[in-house]
């Protein structure tokens, strides 16, 4: 046996080498403030600055190293979801965006192509997918004759890259209910019905005021994923809102509705499930969503993938939940990223704030969310969209770069890069 000295020799030994590795295993990631200065100085405007007073709400893919960022945007003013609200799309060189951005308009007040008719003072919510190498599908809400409300009813066009052409107008449809023989528009009602089905007759009636095409599509199983945004408002303010998870054989013309997260199980008086970011795993689909509360922040519900009728109630993930989360899987050793918009600085003066954007990652169980850094830009950094193309992950965002007014900081979209040393561990 040895000596008792010898003993506490070798547990002293052992104890520092314990906490050698677990202090190796911490992760120290490089200066926050030089990765966020990175980020916010690559940036580079892709909207059309030299007109829009309002450019907002981005989604992004890249083919074959050109980027094509569809948005919400305005020449009239500089305020959301006014008339003249207009869906556009900014094409551009990944390696030189602003120098070679073009823009197609998508749609706006007074379309009509192929029997289809938007009487909408605007569209709005548009969000793109990409169905191959020479075709993108570019979803957007507004409303035709007859709908009671300004966004009633889901549409979508084609872009044919190769011919630089835009397909007329084509009404999104559904099944709900679990009626596969049923085929709907995909408009307010549809979704109304399908909630009764969910939670009970009478649910549907309460979320009275527009749908939006809000969440990234994602394809797994052999289906595209994606959710559809249904809400009501009340002397102007939204209070209920949740998204129903929805699958799609055939590149998103069609869409199975499946479960949704139920609002009513948050706490307090606003309850909101708002903007999903979805992502999926071998068993599950999970949103992370914006509660609009501070208290509740953003929040994290999920389905067995065995039952996507039934979400688990949502679990607070997150700080702040204003403002629309996005997220994209780096791949190993990275894996999930997410950027969550944070609590507002004071950027000088009396009365300019603006928010800050976390950087944070995920664990394959989303039971540890770990902050990269944050990322504070004066010209704001609002509502990003991340993608990943050829193992790298590039942003769009609004800013207010041009345009750059107290309130709103949403007068441009740029295009930026997350890179990945960002996450790489600094010895």
């Known amino acids: 046996m040895l000596p008792l000295r010898h003993l506490l020799r070798l547990l002293v030994v052992l104890l520092a080498s314990r906490a050698h590795a677990q202090a190796a295993d911490e992760p120290k990631f ?96 548009p969000m793109i997918h990409q169905i191959n190498e020479d075709t993108l599908r570019i979803f957007f809400t507004s409303r035709i004759e007859g709908d009671t409300g300004l ?72 289906q595209l994923y994606s959710t559809i945004q249904v809400k009501n408002s ?50 599950h689909v999970w949103l992370y969503l914006r509660s609009n509360v501070l208290e509740t922040g953003y929040v994290l519900s999920k389905a067995k993938k065995s039952d996507l009728f039934h979400f688990d109630t949502p679990v607070t993930k997150w700080t702040y939940g204003i403002g629309r989360p996005t997220l994209c899987d780096f791949g190993k050793p990275i894996g999930l990223v997410a950027m969550f918009t944070a609590r507002s600085v004071t950027m000088g003066g009396k009365t300019t704030s603006r928010n800050k954007c976390d950087v944070v990652q995920i664990n394959p169980g989303h039971t540890r969310l770990t902050k990269v850094f944050s990322i504070v830009d004066y010209n704001a950094v609002n509502t990003p969209f991340m993608h990943r193309y050829n193992d790298e992950v590039y942003v769009t965002y609004s800013t207010g770069r041009r345009r750059l007014i107290t309130k709103f900081g949403t007068s441009e979209i740029v295009f930026s890069k997350l890179r990945r040393e960002y996450f790489v561990p600094s010895e």
């Not at 549809?190 to 939670?199: G, S």
């Not at 949704?260 to 706490?267: C, F």
């Open 30 to 125: 490089p200066d926050g403030a030089i990765s966020s200065r990175s980020f916010v100085d690559q940036s580079q405007i892709v909207s059309k600055f030299t007109t829009e007073q309002y450019a907002h709400q981005s989604s992004l893919r890249i083919v074959k190293g050109i980027g094509y960022a569809v948005y919400q945007c305005n020449e009239t003013t500089p305020e959301e979801s006014k008339p003249g609200q207009l869906a556009r799309m900014a094409i551009f060189n990944i390696l030189d965006p602003q120098d070679t951005a073009r823009w197609v308009d998508i749609s706006q007040a007074g379309d009509s192509s192929d029997g289809i008719a938007i009487t909408g003072r605007f569209v709005a919510a």
């Open 151 to 222: 966004m009633q009813r889901a549409f979508f066009k084609d872009y044919t890259i190769s011919k630089a052409m835009l397909s007329g107008l084509r009404q999104v449809r559904c099944t709900v209910a679990k009626d596969p023989d049923t085929v709907l528009d995909l408009h307010q009602g549809a979704v109304q019905k399908h909630l009764d089905f969910l939670f009970g007759p009478g649910l549907g009636a309460r979320f009275s005021s527009g749908i939006t095409t809000a969440c990234d599509f994602v394809e797994f199983d052999g």
């Open 234 to 283: 009340e002397a102007g303010e939204t209070r209920l809102m949740t998204n129903v998870l929805m699958r799609s054989p055939d590149q998103g013309a069609t869409w199975e509705l499946l479960g949704a997260p139920d609002p009513r199980l948050l706490p307090g008086e606003v309850k909101i499930l708002a903007e999903p970011a979805i992502t999926q795993d071998k068993g």
